[in-house]
């Protein structure tokens, strides 16, 4: 049987900007969605683009249940949340993009190894 997951997002218009939480099977899929403003709404409006933060879940009512719940935290519990893992509030989009579609160049280290080599893992 396949595994399917779930991803809990929040996008942002910029660093400390506009904040957008969503649920979806395809992190990718949707935030190119919300990039290229495919769907009406919310962050078609407010340009609210750039993806922050995610977490995966392999229950779709896990996943819903979280979303609720971070629809309801307070501004400032969700930007320590989105902090904590990306202090820069970089486009992890751009940087899941790198990582699946483009080749290492010689010489220089994956994502992944300057990452540890930082200390991550």
């Not at 495919?38 to 819903?64: P, R, S």
Request: charged letters at 25%; glycine letters at 8%; hydrophobic letters at 35%.
């Amino acid at each position: 049987m396949r595994e399917h997951l779930y991803f809990v997002y929040i996008l942002a218009s910029r660093c400390n900007g506009t904040l957008y939480v969503g649920v979806t099977n395809d992190v990718m899929r949707r935030t190119y969605e919300h990039k290229n403003d495919l769907i009406e709404g919310f962050t078609k409006k407010y340009g609210v683009h750039i993806l922050v933060w995610y977490e995966a879940h392999d229950d779709i009512h896990t996943a819903i249940a979280r979303e609720k719940r971070l629809k309801r935290w307070n501004r400032a519990w969700k930007i320590k949340l989105i902090e904590e893992n990306n202090s820069g509030w970089n486009d992890l989009y751009d940087r899941m993009m790198g990582e699946i579609v483009l080749p290492d160049l010689p010489g220089s280290p994956s994502p992944r190894e300057a990452n540890a080599s930082l200390g991550g893992g």
